[in-house]
């Protein structure tokens, strides 16, 4: 054992070490419980960072712990490989995405290693792998099947000049990224998932996930969104045809001033519009930013009040959401006021808070917004007065008792489109045959394999139309001339699933096979006991992995419904006020850390920091208090280190045999295992486990070990703190362990348990004396602060009664004897 802590040869020889052994394979005892641990794998952009660096060492922390509480572990890593950045840096560094990727994988992946997370390679996942998408491949055809797979026109981004379709991350401040075009909206026919399928079992099913934040859960239930509302239909002033509309807020119908209709709204073609300002409108489709409106000069008909209102179409109205008209209330909805105020309609307040019911003047109810609560109905015909809620259910009977429209639930989820033109991801297994229409790619023939001669320009559509041999194929049904598909799948497709993919060791495997045997690993593994992310991913990725696991529940091959059980969202690390980020010049880079401090250091400062969910604040002296704290621990076991080695190991029983002079650091080692232990299984709290950990390197400091006794009871508290510290910072407790005297693998040690009896804090009688005279005795723990012993010397009943009201004038403590309370 060296003198000097150096973290680096440390470290690269345990690394070693542990790969030679491989000691992160997955066992599969039967003997053992299994707990699946997972993080969310990451991009392979070619360098982790700090995120990164905090997310993996929570995971890693609780890999590490669960094995060594005996547990089976499967703890595996891999690579969301197919997207865009792949195809822009082709571009930028004219490279095949394919090269860029696997080198990038190739160097996060000894960057991971260098940090010591215990990863089982053996099931490691790349999504851009033929062997892995072809899965991808296979579930869209099980779900064409099942029809829930299906095509239909819907709007892209489109830029003009380039010639392309863009992601919305392409598209800045509406205009294209590379050329600064502004960009337009343009219709084209795509693939879809039907998630709207599922949409009420995914949101009963929120209930079941006890294990999640709130917030996340809440996200997920916003995302849904189910509305119980009403179709109303509006008479159209001059045509036979209606506009149906659908709206949870009944209580507002009198209210309406104005109606709105997508540009693509059938309705508008039998009006005779101008083309050219609807396909303005068009090109605007779906925008936020801006709110554009035409007054189309026809009118409706309100069926509750026969108010006449203009119809208006506009392009914040899609299509694809409900009926593809809303009824405008500007005064309780703020988009509707901002459109009513840009071309001055009118506003009509139809609803008032409850406290000002008896206001003259309602409409002074709005002063610069809308309001959008619920409150008291006025100018509502027999509803007026009526409290909103109750005026809901009212107006909905009315509505169905007198035939103007019905009650239905709709959701906000809308079906999800998995179509992208563009090259990096996976093809779509559909062949278009002029005979046939369109043919699924027949299984047998999987995978459709991506290409690899394509150059990559970033214009024109699909780069996939370059490459004749991939685009002209034979019919499979009529073996005449075809075409395939060639957009590629959203590459949330790729990590939908991935989960279920890690409990098979990687390779060519028959997945349907694995998955329908009795004695698939699956069964063992899923769901994912604890999965930990950003909460970023809270909506989408989350909530397509679990409609995802339930197609696959309904094809027959898996029996649970959530994919994962428990969730952990991990905060940001904040660095000047701010996420860590290029853009900022805020970022910290891990490998200058590990240079610097080693990859233990790193750790435990992103573990320290904050608890798990909290956001990071970046901290350079906190780094440098982490890198002393492991200092402080190499210095004490070097001190020790060869008399560990040389003096037999005495047996300690209990706490009752030793000398009064040892209980103290054998009392405070089996309380640091009782707090690591409970923080590490309440809520991952690993700021305050490591915190008691410093608490016991502080008191072994102090603890003079002058006799054979002392000497066994210092082992002890050492070894107990290496096998608490080992998740945390893994390298520095395996090779101390090693040198007092223990053979590796510290990992291979069973967690240390408490003595119940050792722990118990010593207890003492305490004397409470109210002006000099006896009036309480109270037992109190040894060792407690001064506000601790007034604090319960205070509550005391007899002291209560007592004092009762009266002023103290101070508080005298002789410690560990007596607390005299003047009053």
Known sequence: MEEKYNPQPVELKWQKYWAEKNLYKTELSARKQNFYCLEMFPYPSGEIHMGHVRNYSIGDVIARYKKMRGFNVLHPMGWDSFGLPAENAAIKHNVHPSDWTYKNIEKMKNQLNRMGFSYDWEREVTTCNPEYYKWNQWFFLKMLEKGLAYRKYSHVNWCPS???VLANEQVIDEKCWRCDSPVIQKKLEQWFFKITQYAEELL???EELTGWPERVVL?????????????VDFEIEGMEEKLRIFTTRPDTLFGVTFMCVAPEHPVLEKMLLDTGILESLKSKYGKETEKIGFHTGYYAINPMNGDRVPIYAANFVLMEYGTGAIMSVPAHDQRDFEFAEKYNLPVKVVIIPEEKSDISNVNSVLLNEAYEEEGILVDSGQFTGMDSRKAKQEIMKYIEE?????RVVNYKLRDWGISRQRYWGTPIPIIYCDNCGVVPVPEKDLPVILPEDIKITGKGSSPLLESEEFLNTKCPKCKANARRETDTMDTFVDSSWYFIRYCFKKGDIDLYSELKSRDSELNRWMPVDQYIGGVEHAVLHLLYSRFFTRVIRDLGLINISEPFQNLLTQGMVIKDGAKMSKSKG???DPNYL???YGADTSRLFS?????PEKDLEWSDKGVDGAYRFLNRLWNIVFKYHQKFQTQPRLQIKSISDLQPSSVPLYRK??????KVTTDIEREYHFNTAIASLMELVNEIYTFEPDSEEKLEVLRFAIETLLLLLSPFSPHIAEELWEAIGNNPSIFEQRWPEWDEAAAKEEQIELVVQVNGKVRSKIMINAGISDDEIEKIALEDRKIKEIAGSKAIKKIVIVKGKLVNIVI
């Open 162 to 164: 380039c010639a392309t």
């Open 204 to 206: 009963l099913g929120c």
């Open 219 to 231: 996200m997920q239930k916003n995302w849904i969104g189910k509305g119980e509302g009403v179709e």
């Open 402 to 406: 007198k035939n103007l429209g019905r």
């Open 586 to 588: 805020n970022v910290v």
């Open 594 to 596: 590990i240079e610097k």
């Open 607 to 611: 573990l320290f920091a904050a608890p």
């Open 669 to 674: 080692a089996h309380q640091t295992i009782k």
